[in-house]
Structure formats: structure tokens, C-alpha cells
């Protein structure tokens, strides 16, 4: 019974319902996740005599938090994908071992970023920075957040598996209770109140990790209660290397989306460094009040994935169709929402991290001039999303490159040169983000043409 209603919502329910329905729940799970980051920042920026170290500190930890992220989610995007399809297709056996088989490959992806968070940390840190103190900071605040990182591993899969079935609410009740145990730790451990070690960047790592793990856990608790159709037990677990490539066929451009965003973020670290440490912390500070938006647009593309992919595992031109412009549509609503926001309250935000004069003048230059690039990022999200869904991952992955990375550090680093020699350029810096979103964008159009030609107008007229 409860796999036909999920089908029936899936490839029945009217698409601009459906895609708003499975959205606001993502799109709120999404922003959640950002509010970890945003939170952490906020109340170590605000520490007694070393805020503006402590949120340095942060940034620097920030892109390995950004590949434990990218890796997960990308591995529960190819399995959300490929599950929603097979559900669509109505092989619940093989949906069954998809499950089992992203479960397998989370406890992989922790063990790797726990030998990482053993071994590799301090090299990793070391070089960004020569500063003994915040050095020391970002260490053991990162050391901590790989080592017990099976919370947001985990989740990342739980989340995916409730999101393929139709039960994206659940997936953001669980987030919500992880961000609310850690907004309600941060200060306890950070500050020291009500009793507790007064623990600086070390408490927020660990309040970030307890709410994480609570996420994972209310994520396999619904997985298990209300996920019926998909089948439990360790014999699905047991790696097929099919399988796992069907998902990785899928989740693999995802990843690397994700994870360019973390080389883009360590690239600029280093090329921003060269420029001084204040624009390192506005930058990253920038950055993660940016991500509240950006993630916005990301919950919206992994509502589009799972809702093209199970009518295009249907063969329906029509509902494709419709999936392609309304999750198009409302990510582009999204992001100019988000654009007025961040101009209309640049100092506000900035205000809030209570940063000295030049850092915050810096956060607000950036906030301004990014934040023009917003509707084109949009656009290029949600054909990421469009592109997984109809399986041209290669398009995809291009897309990735060349918004994160072909685009970005070569023109940042040329930028940053004349910023060296004059502040009045770093105008020009910060307009990197404009001038890459705007050219991936006309790429991605020219391949959105070719595969609505070779692959949407090729299904069947229903």
C-alpha cells in the first residue's frame, strides 16, 4: 500500500504541487545545514580578544567540512537518483540493495575522514597559514569534526533515502533537531555557562558534531519506521560493485560539484592570504552567510533530481518537462530573494560578527558585488540538478568546473595581483563570482538544448 502512494504522489501528483511540496521541506533542510556554519562562526567570532583568530580559524577548517559534505551528499544524490527511479520503475528489490549499498559506502567515507582527522590535519592547515595561534585553533577544531563526523556522513545518506520516497518532511525534522542541539550547545561549550569548561573554537567543533549525530539518528530512525518499501537487513549492504558504480554513475559530478567548492574556497584562502588575513576572515565569513542562500538553491536541485528522474524512469516528456521549468523557476525565485536580501542587509549581517572597521567594510564590499551573481548561479544549480536526473553526468560535471574552479582561481589570482598593488581593486576580486556564474551559465543553456533535443523529446507524449 505505501509503495503504491508513493509512486501515485511521485508520478501522479501535478508537478508544480509536487515540486513545491518535496522543495520547501529541502530547500529548509538545506538552510539548516548552512546555520551550523553560520552559527559556529557567530559565537566564536564573538570571543573575548581572539574572535577575529578564532573565525579565521574557521575558514581555514571550513573546506575539509565542505568535502565531508560534498562526498556525502553527492553519494546520497547518486543514491537518491537511482533509488527514486528503480521505485519508479517499480524494482523495489533492487531499490533495496541501492539503500543498502549507500549505507555501505557511509561507513567508508567516515573511516577515511577519521584516519584524515588522525594523520593529515595539521599538514593541511599548515599550509595556509604561519600563525602559531590560529594554527592551533583550526587544528583542533578540525581534528575533532573529522574524527566524529559519522553524524554528518550518515545523515547525508538518511536524508537522500527519505527524500527518493517522497518524505522529504522527515529528513527536515531530523535536520532541524540537529541544528537546534547544536545552536543551544555552541554557547554552553564555547563560553562556558552553566558550569561546563569554558572550551573556545574546540566547542563549537563539538557542539557541531553532537548535532550532527543527533541528525543521524533521528534520519535512521524515520529511515526505519517509514521508509516500508525499501528493504532492511545486512545482506543488502553486502557491496555490489554494479551497484555502487550506478550510484557513483549518478553522484559522482555531484561530488565533484560539491568538493570543487571546497578546493575554489582552499585556492582562494591561499590567494586572499597573499592579500592579507582580514580579507581571508571576510571572505570567510562571506562566504558562509552566502551558503545560507546558495544551499537554498541546492535543496531545490535535490528536488528536482528525484522528481525528472522518476518520471523520466516513466518515460513522460510531459511531466519532465514540467519538472525542468517549475524547478528552474522557483530556484530562480529563490536566488533573487535571496540577491535583494543580501544588498538590503549587507551591514547588518556584518554587524552581527562584530568585526573591526576594515574586516567588516571588506564582508560588506563582498556581500554587494557576489551577491549580483546570484540569479545566474541559480540557473546553473538547477541544471546540475536537471543534467544528474536525465543522466548526462558529464554536462554536469562541466558545469561544475567551470563555475567553481575553470573561471574562478585563475581570474581571483590575476584580481588579487592588482589588489596587492591597490585596495581600490579588490572591487574587482569579488567580481570573480560574477563573471564565472555568467559565462557557465551560457554553457549550460547550449547543453540544456542539445539534451532536450537527443533525450526529453525522445520519451513518450504522457
Given at each position: 500500500?505505501?509503495?503504491?502512494?508513493?509512486?501515485?504522489?511521485?508520478?501522479?501528483?501535478?508537478?508544480?504541487?509536487l515540486m513545491l511540496s518535496m522543495g520547501i521541506p529541502m530547500v529548509l533542510s538545506m538552510m539548516l545545514q548552512a546555520v551550523y556554519n553560520i552559527v559556529d562562526s557567530a559565537f566564536v567570532s564573538n570571543i573575548q580578544g581572539t574572535g577575529e583568530m578564532a573565525l579565521n580559524a574557521?575558514?581555514?577548517?571550513?573546506?575539509?567540512?565542505?568535502?565531508?559534505?560534498?562526498?556525502?551528499?553527492?553519494?546520497?544524490?547518486?543514491?537518491?537518483?537511482?533509488?527514486?527511479?528503480?521505485?519508479?520503475?517499480?524494482?523495489?528489490?533492487?531499490?533495496?540493495?541501492?539503500?543498502?549499498?549507500?549505507?555501505?559506502?557511509?561507513?567508508?567515507?567516515?573511516?577515511?575522514?577519521?584516519?584524515?582527522?588522525?594523520?593529515?590535519?595539521?599538514?593541511?592547515?599548515?599550509?595556509?597559514?604561519?600563525?602559531?595561534?590560529?594554527?592551533?585553533?583550526?587544528?583542533?577544531?578540525?581534528?575533532?569534526?573529522?574524527?566524529?563526523?559519522?553524524?554528518?556522513?550518515?545523515?547525508?545518506?538518511?536524508?537522500?533515502?527519505?527524500?527518493?520516497?517522497?518524505?522529504?518532511?522527515?529528513?527536515?525534522?531530523?535536520?532541524?533537531?540537529?541544528?537546534?542541539?547544536?545552536?543551544?550547545?555552541?554557547?554552553?561549550?564555547?563560553?562556558?555557562?552553566?558550569?561546563?569548561?569554558?572550551?573556545?573554537?574546540?566547542?563549537?567543533?563539538?557542539?557541531t558534531i553532537i548535532g550532527q549525530i543527533a541528525s543521524a539518528l533521528a534520519g535512521l530512525f524515520f529511515h526505519l519506521k517509514m521508509n516500508r518499501e525499501i528493504k532492511k537487513g545486512m545482506q543488502y549492504m553486502r557491496p555490489s560493485l554494479r551497484t555502487i558504480g550506478e550510484i557513483?554513475?549518478?553522484?559522482?559530478?555531484?561530488?565533484?560539484?560539491?568538493?570543487?567548492?571546497?578546493?575554489?574556497?582552499?585556492?582562494?584562502?591561499?590567494?586572499?592570504?597573499?592579500?592579507?588575513?582580514?580579507?581571508?576572515?571576510?571572505?570567510?565569513?562571506?562566504?558562509?552567510?552566502?551558503?545560507?542562500?546558495?544551499?537554498?538553491?541546492?535543496?531545490?536541485?535535490?528536488?528536482?533530481?528525484?522528481?525528472?528522474?522518476?518520471?523520466?524512469?516513466?518515460?513522460?516528456?510531459?511531466?519532465?518537462?514540467?519538472?525542468?521549468?517549475?524547478?528552474?523557476?522557483?530556484?530562480?525565485?529563490?536566488?533573487?530573494?535571496?540577491?535583494?536580501?543580501?544588498?538590503?542587509?549587507?551591514?547588518?549581517?556584518?554587524?552581527?560578527?562584530?568585526?573591526?572597521?576594515?574586516?567588516?567594510?571588506?564582508?560588506?564590499?563582498?556581500?554587494?558585488?557576489?551577491?549580483?551573481?546570484?540569479?545566474?548561479?541559480?540557473?546553473?544549480?538547477?541544471?546540475?540538478g536537471i543534467f544528474q536526473a536525465l543522466n548526462a553526468g558529464v554536462e554536469s560535471l562541466i558545469i561544475s568546473v567551470c563555475r567553481q574552479f575553470l573561471f574562478v582561481l585563475p581570474v581571483a589570482w590575476g584580481f588579487s595581483i592588482l589588489a596587492k598593488q591597490d585596495a581600490g581593486?579588490?572591487?574587482?576580486?569579488?567580481?570573480?563570482?560574477?563573471?564565472?556564474?555568467?559565462?557557465?551559465?551560457?554553457?549550460?543553456?547550449?547543453?540544456?538544448?542539445?539534451?532536450?533535443?537527443?533525450?526529453?523529446?525522445?520519451?513518450?507524449?504522457?
Open positions: 500500500m505505501q509503495e503504491k502512494e508513493t509512486k501515485n504522489r511521485m508520478g501522479t501528483m501535478p508537478v508544480n504541487r574557521l575558514t581555514l577548517a571550513f573546506p575539509v567540512q565542505m568535502l565531508m559534505v560534498a562526498i556525502g551528499i553527492g553519494t546520497g544524490v547518486g543514491t537518491n537518483a537511482l533509488l527514486a527511479k528503480n521505485i519508479g520503475q517499480g524494482d523495489y528489490q533492487k531499490a533495496s540493495r541501492v539503500a543498502g549499498n549507500g549505507l555501505f559506502l557511509a561507513v567508508i567515507i567516515y573511516i577515511v575522514f577519521l584516519l584524515f582527522g588522525c594523520f593529515g590535519v595539521d599538514a593541511y592547515i599548515a599550509s595556509q597559514t604561519s600563525n602559531g595561534e590560529i594554527r592551533e585553533m583550526a587544528t583542533g577544531y578540525l581534528r575533532i569534526c573529522c574524527v566524529w563526523s559519522m553524524g554528518i556522513v550518515f545523515f547525508s545518506i538518511f536524508e537522500k533515502l527519505l527524500q527518493a520516497t517522497g518524505r522529504s518532511l522527515y529528513s527536515t525534522i531530523a535536520q532541524v533537531a540537529g541544528a537546534v542541539v547544536n545552536v543551544i550547545l555552541d554557547p554552553i561549550l564555547i563560553y562556558g555557562w552553566f558550569g561546563m569548561p569554558q572550551l573556545g573554537v574546540k566547542g563549537a567543533a563539538y557542539a557513483y554513475t549518478i553522484g559522482l559530478p555531484a561530488i565533484i560539484a560539491q568538493a570543487l567548492m571546497s578546493v575554489m574556497t582552499y585556492g582562494l584562502n591561499i590567494i586572499l592570504g597573499g592579500i592579507g588575513e582580514t580579507v581571508v576572515t571576510a571572505y570567510g565569513l562571506y562566504y558562509k552567510i552566502q551558503q545560507f542562500i546558495l544551499f537554498a538553491a541546492f535543496g531545490l536541485r535535490d528536488a528536482i533530481t528525484p522528481i525528472i528522474s522518476f518520471n523520466y524512469g516513466m518515460q513522460s516528456k510531459l511531466r519532465v518537462k514540467e519538472g525542468i521549468r517549475y524547478g528552474m523557476g522557483y530556484t530562480l525565485i529563490v536566488m533573487f530573494a535571496g540577491l535583494v536580501l543580501l544588498e538590503v542587509f549587507a551591514q547588518p549581517f556584518a554587524t552581527i560578527f562584530g568585526l573591526s572597521g576594515e574586516t567588516q567594510s571588506l564582508c560588506v564590499q563582498a556581500m554587494r558585488i557576489v551577491s549580483l551573481s546570484f540569479l545566474f548561479a541559480g540557473a546553473n544549480i538547477a541544471y546540475q581593486y579588490m572591487w574587482l576580486v569579488w567580481s570573480t563570482f560574477l563573471i564565472a556564474e555568467l559565462l557557465t551559465v551560457i554553457i549550460a543553456a547550449l547543453f540544456m538544448k542539445k539534451i532536450n533535443r537527443h533525450t526529453v523529446c525522445q520519451l513518450q507524449d504522457k
